[in-house]
């Protein structure tokens, strides 16, 4: 079955880096498109960047375009979350999703603080 296991996270200074991971299996990865979003504490979850199967095609939403930089490795099946000049208010739980097979990871908290 489609399984996602993200790892990375953890306490980061404000302005500091963190880059999170995402392990995926039981589909073939390459072919679709993948995202990763998180959910900050009495928050929605929010779409923080996405890309495309061949990882030529990416987009993020304004609050992190420029900080933010995602990429995969499809002979890995990785997916990856680069976070650069890391904020107070990007402190969340960070999720891998997979829209086609509606699948989600368990999540790896990021806390930025000093």
């Known amino acids: 079955q489609v399984q996602l296991m993200e790892s990375g996270g953890g306490l980061v200074q404000p302005g500091g880096s963190l880059r999170l991971s995402c392990g995926a299996s039981?589909?073939?990865?390459?072919?679709?498109?993948m995202s990763w979003y998180r959910q900050a504490p009495g928050k929605p979850r929010e779409l923080v960047a996405s890309?495309?199967?061949?990882?030529?095609?990416?987009d993020y939403p304004d609050f992190v375009k420029g900080r933010f930089t995602i990429s995969r490795d499809n002979s890995k099946n990785l997916l990856y979350l680069q976070m650069d000049s890391l904020k107070p208010e990007d402190t969340a739980v960070y999720y891998c999703?997979?829209?086609?097979?509606?699948?989600w990871g368990k999540g790896t908290l990021v806390t930025v603080s000093s």
């Open positions: 039981g589909f073939p990865f390459n072919l679709y498109p």
């Open positions: 999703h997979s829209v086609t097979f509606t699948a």
């Open positions: 890309i495309s199967g061949t990882g030529r095609s990416t």
